[in-house]
C-alpha cells in the first residue's frame, strides 16, 4: 500500500478534522472505504500525522463505524458537560485548559487479582488505538456523532483478572481544586462517579477514550482517558478518570446519587422511557441548526442488535 499517497493539502489549511476528511474521502474514492487496515497503515506512514500536534493516528474498526455524518470538531470540542468546569455548554472550552493532564495515572483495584497504576504513555501502548464512530446522547436530549480514538475497556480489565466477586465497577474522575471552578459548587459530591454492571464493562462497544478526531483528547472532552458507552446516555461517559474499582456490589455513582427519580444506575437510552421532567422519544443533532428536525430517539441510542441481550428479563421502566 506504500505507493499510494494522501491527498495533498496545503499546510496553513490543515486542522484535524480536514486531515481526518481528507483521509476518509481519499479513502472512499480509492474505492477502500471498507479496508480500514488500509486506512490505518497510510495514516501510519502518512506524514501528515507528525504534522499536527498531538496527533493520535488511529485505526477505522469497520464494525464501529456510521453512515451518519460526524459532528464537526469543533461542536464536539465546544459544546460539552463536563461539571468540573461548570454547568454552561462552553464552561468546559473556557476553563478546562488550566486541567493538568500530564503526568497522569489510573490505577485499577478491588475484586482482581492483579491491581495495577498505569501512566498515561503506558496506556497509550496497551492496545490497538482504534477509530470507532459512536453516537453519544446525552439525557438532555441532544446528540452528537464522534470519531473517538482508543480501545476496549476490557483490554485493560482483563489485565487485572477480576475475581469470582466481580459484579460491577466504579469510575472515579480527577479533582484538581485549584484547576477546577466548577467544585466550589456543591451540585455534585465531588468526585464524580460513574459506575457500571461488569458485563457491561467487559462489553466490547465499551470503549476507553485517549483521542478524537485522530488526536488526543482536548481538556474539556474528559483528557486524558475517558469513557465512552454509547448505548447509554452521556453522563455515563466519565472523563478524565484517575480509578477503576472493581467491586462484589452496585456502587454509588453521581446523578443517581443527586436526583435518583430522575437518573438512574443503569441509564440506557430509552426512547419510551421518559425522563420526568421531558420525553426522550426524540433528540436534537448538533451542529443540524436549531430549527432543523429532531431526529428520533433509538432504542440502546442504536446499538440495540449489540446490547439487548444484556438485559434480557429486566424492566427497563423500574431499572432505568
Ligand atoms: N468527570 C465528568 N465526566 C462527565 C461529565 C461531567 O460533568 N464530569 N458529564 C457527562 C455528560 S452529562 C455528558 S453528556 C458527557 C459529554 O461528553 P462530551 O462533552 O465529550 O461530549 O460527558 C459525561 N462525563
Ligand atoms: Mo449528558
Redesign the pocket.
Known amino acids: 500500500m506504500s505507493r499510494l499517497k494522501l491527498p495533498s493539502i496545503p499546510s496553513s489549511q490543515i486542522t484535524d478534522e480536514t486531515v481526518w476528511r481528507s483521509r476518509r474521502r481519499w479513502l472512499q474514492q480509492a474505492g477502500l472505504g471498507a479496508v480500514a487496515m488500509a486506512g490505518g497503515a497510510l495514516w501510519h506512514e502518512g506524514l501528515r500525522a507528525e504534522q499536527v500536534e498531538g496527533a493520535l493516528p488511529a485505526t477505522l474498526n469497520p464494525a464501529y463505524s456510521l453512515p451518519d455524518k460526524p459532528t464537526s470538531e469543533k461542536d464536539?470540542?465546544s459544546?460539552?458537560?463536563?461539571?468540573?468546569?461548570g454547568t454552561g455548554k462552553t464552561d468546559?472550552l473556557s476553563h478546562a485548559a488550566r486541567m493538568q493532564t500530564r503526568p497522569w495515572t489510573l490505577s485499577i483495584e478491588g475484586e482482581v487479582a492483579k491491581p495495577f497504576t498505569i501512566d498515561l504513555d503506558d496506556l497509550l501502548k496497551l492496545a490497538t488505538i482504534e477509530e470507532r464512530i459512536y453516537r453519544?446522547?446525552?439525557?438532555?436530549a441532544?446528540s452528537?456523532v464522534?470519531p473517538w480514538n482508543g480501545y476496549a475497556l476490557s483490554h485493560l480489565l482483563k489485565r487485572a483478572e477480576p475475581t469470582g466477586n466481580a459484579k460491577f465497577v466504579q469510575f472515579v474522575?480527577?479533582t484538581q481544586p485549584e484547576n477546577m471552578p466548577?467544585l466550589r459548587s456543591r451540585i455534585?459530591d465531588w468526585?464524580?462517579l460513574?459506575g457500571l454492571r461488569m458485563d457491561e464493562a467487559m462489553h466490547p462497544l465499551t470503549m476507553l477514550v485517549l483521542g478524537?478526531y485522530g488526536k488526543l483528547?482536548p481538556n474539556?472532552?474528559?483528557a486524558p482517558v475517558?469513557?465512552a458507552v454509547p448505548w447509554k446516555?452521556?453522563?455515563?461517559?466519565?472523563?478524565?478518570?484517575v480509578k477503576i474499582r472493581v467491586l462484589d456490589h452496585m456502587p454509588e455513582t453521581?446523578?443517581a446519587a443527586i436526583a435518583p427519580n430522575e437518573y438512574g444506575f443503569y441509564a440506557n437510552v430509552n426512547p419510551t422511557v421518559a425522563h420526568p421532567r421531558w420525553s426522550q422519544a426524540t433528540e436534537r443533532r448538533i451542529g443540524d441548526g436549531f430549527f432543523a428536525p429532531r431526529v428520533e430517539t433509538r432504542m440502546f441510542n442504536g446499538y440495540a442488535e449489540q446490547v439487548a441481550s444484556l438485559y434480557t428479563g429486566m424492566d427497563l421502566a423500574r431499572y432505568y
Do not use: D, H
Not at 459544546?79 to 468546569?85: G, L, R, T, V
Not at 446516555?233 to 478518570?241: A, D, E
Open positions: 464536539i470540542t459544546y460539552n458537560n463536563f461539571y468540573e468546569f468546559p453519544l446522547r446525552c439525557v438532555e441532544w452528537m464522534i474522575t480527577a466548577g455534585i468526585p464524580y460513574e478524537v483528547l474539556q472532552n474528559g475517558r469513557l446516555y452521556g453522563f455515563k461517559s466519565g472523563k478524565s478518570l453521581s446523578w
